[in-house]
């Protein structure tokens, strides 16, 4: 996973959760609900980070062979 891809979801994940907590202490559905979202992208991506740096190391350890 580069570096700046992890970064990019820490940041979107941290910013759901700031959107998520205003939106409860507000009483502002569409806020939470976007915060929520915003969390729900950001872990998929770091999911998806996740398989294509397992599959990367799957790749290369047949490689070396």
């Given at each position: 996973?580069?570096?700046?891809?992890?970064?990019?979801?820490t940041?979107?994940?941290?910013?759901?959760?700031?959107?998520e907590?205003?939106?409860?202490?507000?009483?502002?559905?569409?806020?939470?609900?976007?915060?929520?979202?915003?969390?729900?992208?950001?872990?998929?991506?770091?999911?998806?980070?996740?398989?294509?740096?397992?599959?990367?190391?799957?790749?290369?350890?047949?490689?070396?062979?």
């Amino acid at each position: 996973m580069g570096i700046d891809d992890k970064a990019n979801n820490t940041v979107t994940n941290h910013v759901g959760a700031a959107k998520e907590a205003t939106g409860k202490l507000t009483g502002n559905e569409r806020l939470e609900r976007e915060g929520q979202q915003d969390q729900a992208e950001a872990k998929l991506r770091d999911a998806g980070e996740k398989v294509k740096d397992a599959a990367r190391k799957l790749k290369d350890g047949f490689s070396k062979d």
